[in-house]
């Protein structure tokens, strides 16, 4: 017999298990399909997670090694315990997957295991259960991207999975792929030893991040010891009696030169992950990408059908998977809800961080809209000077007619937490003057973004 519900839900990552949540809360009878042996999907099993709790283990243990005799902590030169570092790691993930069981108790949300299959809009197949229901919500996130020719074996070529699971640290880690998870990554084994060389197709690190960011970020990562190859890009990957050669040349063409390396991550970005979903059979549209195409309110072009997170267009991030789910279950529980893609956030969590929301320069000169910036070091910010974490600043572009703050850039310890300032001002429409008459603590580095707006029209007080 079929089970009816209200809502079911393909897929339990971020955008999924939010979307369950707010439904059931909303008094919606839902059910969510998830093939994983564990709920949280990519964010919390192998994305945000995990990498987060690796790269807090390995500051921590490169801080102990550099920064402690400094502040008079005379500590022994720190060993690693790789396998222990890997338990605190599982340990993270295990403690939030089972969160969100809990909380899917709490909401009387039913956990249906093994993989969903739309039969038909209002019909889902998962092993032996035919699930009815009045909607459906494609939830199913992205997978890694594939180097054309190069097998992922997760041992010696290893995508970001691989590299949070390495069994010992490798003398050389060749990194395909200058963006996030090539950086954050790079930053955790770096840390713990390795040599790392990232070779990126594009002239530049991060796309799409403020070029004065990019600059001042890849100086900061050389000298941590990142090596660059930019312009470059990978021709072949042989694995050899020992470790892997990838052959390299310049991006526009030129000779090819062989690298060396114990490991190589593949990191050239996710694509939309739709595969065994049954999309054809039920008719839903996807682009040429492979996302699956919704419009304003996250319907698809078949009625009863939705679709949010990394399956859609849009940035790959899970905050922008949970609101698009929250915002999804109020309005299929017959309220109102949206989305504000002008304001999301955008976090690399390596050190110092990179934090950003909304425009950067070089979007504004291309959309030729006049704005003035403020800058602040925080070289001049008291509690950056009293830690000793002074590198990076925080930058606030604002319209020159209107003040109204557009966008705003930081890079510097604990930039990932100062963002969130930003995020409430430009939510709340503010105007550069706005934040700058605003009362922050002292000592804080979060006094260095109202310096920035301070400067936007006027002077910094501490410059
Ligand atoms: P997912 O989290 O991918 O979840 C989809 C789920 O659907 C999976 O569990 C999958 O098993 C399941 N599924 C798929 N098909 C089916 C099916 N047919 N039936 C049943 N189940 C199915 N984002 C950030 O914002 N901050 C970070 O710090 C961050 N760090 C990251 C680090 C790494 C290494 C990676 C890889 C990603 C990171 N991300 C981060 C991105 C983030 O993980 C994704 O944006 C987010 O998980 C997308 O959420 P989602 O719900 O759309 O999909
Ligand atoms: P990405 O899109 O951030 O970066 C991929 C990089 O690879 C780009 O710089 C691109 O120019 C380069 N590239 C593409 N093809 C190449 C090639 N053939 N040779 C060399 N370089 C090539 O993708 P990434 O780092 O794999 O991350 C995937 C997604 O996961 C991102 O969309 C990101 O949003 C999300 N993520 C978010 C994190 C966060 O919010 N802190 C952390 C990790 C991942």
């Given amino acids: 017999m079929a089970d009816a519900f209200d809502l079911v839900v393909i897929g339990a990552g971020p955008g999924g298990y939010e979307c369950a949540i707010k439904a059931a809360q909303l008094g919606l009878r839902v059910a969510v399909i ?67 069981e809990f909380l899917f108790k709490k909401n009387k949300i039913e956990w249906v295991k093994g993989e969903g299959q739309i039969e038909a809009p209002g019909k889902v197949k998962a092993g032996d259960r035919t699930l009815e229901t009045k909607s459906i919500v494609i939830a199913t996130g992205s997978d890694v991207a594939k180097l054309p020719g190069v097998e992922i074996d997760e041992k010696t070529v290893v995508s970001s999975t691989g590299a949070l699971e390495l ?130 309110s ?6 009863g059908i939705y679709a949010i997170g990394d399956v859609i267009a849009g940035p790959m991030l899970a905050h922008k998977a949970m609101e698009e789910g929250v915002a999804l279950a109020e309005r299929l529980a017959g309220h109102y809800g949206a989305v504000n893609y002008d304001v999301i956030p955008g976090v690399v969590y390596t050190s110092p961080e990179v934090a950003s929301v909304g425009k950067t320069e070089e979007q504004l000169k291309e959309a030729g809209i006049d704005y003035n910036a403020g800058k602040f070091p925080f070289t001049a910010n008291g509690r950056a000077k009293a830690n000793k974490t002074t590198e990076g600043f925080v930058k606030i572009l604002a319209d020159k007619k209107t003040d109204r703050v557009l966008g705003v850039h930081i890079i510097g310890v604990g930039a ?9 001002a430009m939510e709340l429409s503010s105007s550069s003057e706005d934040i700058a008459r605003m009362c922050i603590a002292h000592p804080t580095m979060s006094e260095a973004v109202k310096e920035a707006a301070l400067a936007v029209t006027g002077s910094p007080i501490h410059m």
């Fill in 416 to 424: 990932g937490e100062l963002i969130a300032q930003a995020v409430v």
């Fill in 298 to 303: 996250f319907k698809t072009n078949v009625d």
């Fill in 34 to 100: 998830e093939k994983r042996d564990r709920l949280g999907g990519t964010c919390l099993n192998v994305g945000c997670i995990p990498s987060k709790a690796m790269l807090h283990a390995s500051e921590l243990f490169h801080e102990a090694g550099t920064s402690f005799e400094d502040m008079g902590i005379e500590v022994p030169k720190p060993k690693l315990n790789l396998q222990q570092m890997l338990a605190f790691k599982d340990e993270a993930i295990d403690g939030n997957t089972k969160g969100i």
């Fill in 167 to 296: 069994g010992k640290v490798p003398g050389k880690l060749l990194v395909v792929g200058g963006g996030v998870i090539g950086l954050e990554l790079g930053s955790v084994w770096g840390r713990l030893g390795a040599e790392v060389t990232v070779v990126e197709f594009l002239d530049n690190i991060l796309p799409g991040t403020d070029g004065e960011v990019v600059k001042n970020f890849t100086r900061t990562l050389k000298k941590q010891g990142f090596s660059f190859r930019l312009g470059t890009k990978v021709t072949k990957v042989e694995k050899a009696k020992s470790g892997v050669k990838v052959t390299v040349e310049p991006a526009k063409g030129g000779e090819a030169e062989i690298l060396d390396a114990d490991i190589v991550l593949v990191a050239i970005g996710r694509v939309a992950y739709t595969q065994g979903l049954g999309l054809d059979k039920a008719g839903v549209k996807t682009d040429k990408r492979g996302r699956v195409e919704v419009d304003a």
